[in-house]
Every structure is written in structure tokens, then in C-alpha cells.
């Protein structure tokens, strides 16, 4: 064994994530019918035991208690997202809640009072529903009133937000409602969904305007999820598979959000389909390309393994990106049977240096990574607390890969565990549990997990002993 100690850059961001409709539950405030309580009206029973998002952990009312458990588990810096449905409760338009803004003024006072940085994201997946109704992300009318809300709440928290984000992962309401069935309202349309997704860009766009007028000292970018794509073998046609899957799941945001243009391989394919998005203008394409990310984060939680079709296309089905590659279980792979999800620890090395070598090395940081398992209880000593070690060693090994792209010249600022007390997570509810804090459902009390305490100390010293010969 070489065990050293693996320290990382001075000021590094130790914390967590999670989103308002994950973890606010509804409270009193006011607050707009979103996307996802709708559908649970409509279909309770795709969700996870039936439970709703009207509870939640409870953060409205135990944002105190909160904040102080982030400060117990090691937080320098936290990110929230501010929810549109709160901030403007009649349907996502009209006037500012001043309820919603003495809440999120109160949250995030009480953060900065205990030197956590408020990391604030404008969406994460809860479209009001009467803008859904209006065509979503289809709309101009929801692209320029999310514009709206961004501005509303620059000029509500600019003095109190250390970085904005725009969005976080605006692929999984494009893919989840348009191609794979597991956002609502749930269409299977490609062409409907570019559109969707050319608007979502767009919109980023106009937010980072607006950021620049209100001159603030804060950054502003934009939280994607990003798996480093794999070949099966270096077969000619396998590598083909893999360059398009990368087109369609890293290419088609990273370069629009970041650089300000459109991957031109892939506008030439879907132009080929006829699946390129009809309304857009060459002002739209001009405002994309002068306001782009000045920060990235980066949510890295699996690897993608694709190959060559083996199976002819079905032409009279929905045009998928599948049509071009299928996916390839890669023999001897480790996974997180719970959640269906690989564990490949060097992809977040890959990662970062794709980052480094393609996108100009961009401030980045790691926005979400993190272990999800179900009946946790089963871990529980007798005082209550999960001894979750298996999380302990997720964290570390992943760490122990970005530690290594640092030094390979990475401009990594930080580490954001997702997540920080176990929140309700979409359709899945409580099945799997990611946090530092384990919350008991029915009493809503929190208990700091090992993993919590570990956490700490590994924010305290700044990093942790590793055996580096386990780096490949």
C-alpha cells in the first residue's frame, strides 16, 4: 500500500445539492401547481409508494435546523435551487411573492451567517403547470417569463448568491418528457423535444444577460450531466456509434452553453432526419452566442458504454437517438444495483479533462456524485445512526480521481455531494437514500449518517489518506 495524504487546493467547495421541489415540501408561502404535482394528481401510482412532493424533508420549516446540520457535516458551500412555482404563485407569471422572497432572504442569511455560500440554481425540473400548459419549454412565452423570473430573483438575492446556475441538468426534462417516458407530460416527439431543448439554451442565454446588467459580483453558468461515452472496442463502427451518442447526450449542451455554438456534426444529422427545431431566429442564434456559462458544474454519477447496431432500425417508429448506436454492457462492470447505475470511478477524471482540453479549461466544479441505496435501515446501528461505509468509499475513490485531474491542471474548484439529508427524488421517492443525514419519513427527524461525520473531517483537513496505487 502507498497511502498518502491527498490534499486539495486552498478554499476548495465542500458541500452538497438538492432542489425546492425535492425537499422544500408545499408550506404556506403560496405557491403555483408545478409539473409534478400534477401528474401525481393524475398518476399517483407512477410514483414510488405514492408519495408525493407535498412534504418532502420539510426544509420550509427546518431551514434552521438545517443550515446547522450543513455546518455539522462539513459545508463551506451549499446549492438550493429557488423554486419559479414559489417565487410567482400565480402560474409562474404576474407579481414577485414577498412571502417566497422573505423565505429564500431568510434561508440564505442564515447560510452566509454560518459561512456556507449559497450556490443558487433558477430550475430543477418544476415548471409551473399552467406554463406547461402554455407549451413549456416549446414556448416563447415560458422562455421569455422564465427570463423574468431569473431577473426577479438576481434583483431579490443578488447581495446574498455567491454563483447562479441557469439550469441544472436540462437534458433530463428533454429526454424524460419527450424521448424516454419519466417526466411529465411525458410526449414521445424528437422534434418537439430539439425544440424544447433549443429554448432551454435560449433561455440560459437570456438569464446570463440579465446577470450581466445587474453588474454582480457573482458568477453565472450552468449544471449539466455529463457521462464520458465509451466504445465497446476501437472497431471502426463502434467508435462511429459512440461519437454520435456523445453528440446527442454531452455535445448538444455543453457546446451551446459553454462555447455559444451548436455542435455542427449533429445539426447536420438531425437536419438529414428533418429533426432540426422550426422556430428559431439568426437574434436567437446571436444571444446564445454572447452570453455563455462562466462556471460549469459538472454532475458525473456513470459512465456510457455504447456500440454499433447489431438490429435494423424500425423507420415507422419515433426517430430516437438509439436509431444510431445501442447501449453495451460492458463484461466485469461494477454497479450500484439499486439505482441501475455503473461505478466507474476514472469517469470523472475522463471527464474533467475532456472539460480541460475542449471547453478551455472553464471554472468548473463537481456539482453531483453521489450513491443512492435502498432500505438503508438495514445499516443502522443501535443508537439510530446508518453506518453507511459503502458511501464513505464511493466518495473517496471518486475523490481520489478528481484529486488526480488537479494535478493533471483541471480547474476543479469543488465537491458537491448529492445529497446532503435524504430528499424525495422524482418518481423513485424515498426507494433509494443519498444523504449525509438520514431522515425518518413520519417524524421527519435527521440523524448525520458515518458518512456525515466523515464528511467533516474531510472538509476540516481539506482531504483524506488514500492508497494511490489503486489510480489507473
Known sequence: ??????????????????????AEGRGETGKAETVWERWYKEQPYRFYNRISSEVTTDHIHRYKEDVQLMKDTGHNSFRVSISWARMFPNDGTGEVNPKAVAFYRDLFTEMNNKNIKVFANLYHFDMPAKLQDKGGWESREVVDAYANFAA????????????????????????????????????????????????????????ISAHKKQKLPS?????????????????PADVQAAKIADLFYTRSFLDPMVKGEFPEELTALLKEYNQLPADYTAEDLTLIKENTAQILGLNYY???????????????????????????????????????????EKGIFDLCMDIKNNY?????????????????????????????DYRIT?????????WKAIQEGCNIKG?????????????????NRYGLVSLDLPTQKRTIKKSGEFYKQLSDQNGFNYDIDLLV
Open 1 to 22: 500500500m502507498n497511502k498518502q495524504q491527498l490534499t486539495f487546493p486552498e478554499d476548495f467547495w465542500w458541500g452538497s445539492a438538492w432542489s425546492a421541489e425535492q
Open 152 to 207: 426577479a430573483c438576481f434583483k431579490e438575492f443578488g447581495d446574498l448568491v455567491y454563483h447562479w446556475f441557469t439550469f441544472n441538468e436540462p437534458l433530463g426534462p428533454i429526454l424524460g418528457s419527450y424521448l424516454e417516458d419519466f417526466h411529465y407530460p411525458n410526449i414521445i416527439d424528437f422534434k418537439r423535444g430539439a425544440q424544447a431543448a433549443f429554448f432551454t439554451i435560449l433561455a440560459h442565454a437570456k438569464a
Open 219 to 235: 458568477k453565472i453558468g450552468v449544471i449539466l450531466n455529463l457521462s464520458p461515452t465509451f466504445p465497446r472496442s476501437q472497431n
Open 302 to 344: 456513470e459512465p456510457r458504454r455504447v456500440k454499433a447496431r447489431l438490429t435494423t432500425v424500425n423507420s415507422a417508429g419515433p426517430f430516437l437517438p438509439e436509431w444510431f448506436f445501442e447501449n453495451h454492457i460492458m463484461p466485469g462492470r461494477r454497479m450500484n444495483d439499486y439505482r441501475g447505475w455503473e461505478i466507474y
Open 360 to 388: 478551455g479549461n472553464i471554472e468548473a466544479f463537481i456539482s453531483e456524485n453521489g450513491m443512492g441505496v435502498a432500505d438503508e435501515e438495514r445499516f443502522m446501528d443501535e443508537t439510530g445512526q446508518v453506518i453507511d
Open 394 to 402: 464511493y466518495i473517496q475513490d471518486h475523490l481520489a480521481y478528481l
Open 415 to 431: 465537491y458537491h455531494l448529492w445529497t446532503f439529508i435524504d430528499c424525495w427524488s422524482w418518481i423513485n421517492s424515498y426507494k
